[in-house]
């Protein structure tokens, strides 16, 4: 449940995040109180998806690579189905399917070099505390 919840936040956050961007060097674009509440539906959606396809990490016999892949592929089509209803690209300009494909991929990566660290750092801790009950 705790990483569904930062998966929702994760995404919202995300989301207005690329929109306060792309709002500050477009002074041309304004965004409406129904607009901002799609985005924010269309990011929570979003949220929710990748919550569940976290649960992909709980499956104990696939091999870690295959999972993590297995997960990027289901972000990416993810945002990308979902960017396709928030009209987050246009097939009209390939270089906002790029764009967005280059900003999944870079949140992916952070994201996970974010759970990384904090995995690594409470291995640490946990080897820390047995050399201290071993009386290393």
């Known amino acids: 449940m705790k990483n569904f919840l930062i998966s929702c936040f994760v995404s919202v956050f995300m989301s207005y995040f690329i929109i306060a961007l792309i709002t500050y060097n477009d002074t041309s674009i304004t965004w409406s109180g129904a607009e901002l509440l799609h985005q924010f539906l269309f990011a929570l959606s979003l949220g929710v998806i990748i919550g569940c396809a976290n649960s992909l990490f709980l499956i104990k016999h696939w091999p870690y690579v295959a999972v993590l892949a297995l997960h990027y592929v289901i972000v990416l089509c993810s945002v990308f189905i ?23 991929t870079s949140i992916y990566i952070i994201v996970w070099c974010f759970i990384f660290f904090s995995i690594k750092r409470d291995i640490k801790r946990m080897n820390d505390v047995l050399k201290q009950n071993r009386g290393e």
């Open 82 to 104: 979902v960017g396709l209803f928030g009209k987050w690209f246009s097939f009209d300009e390939p270089s906002t399917f790029i764009l967005l494909f280059i900003q999944s």
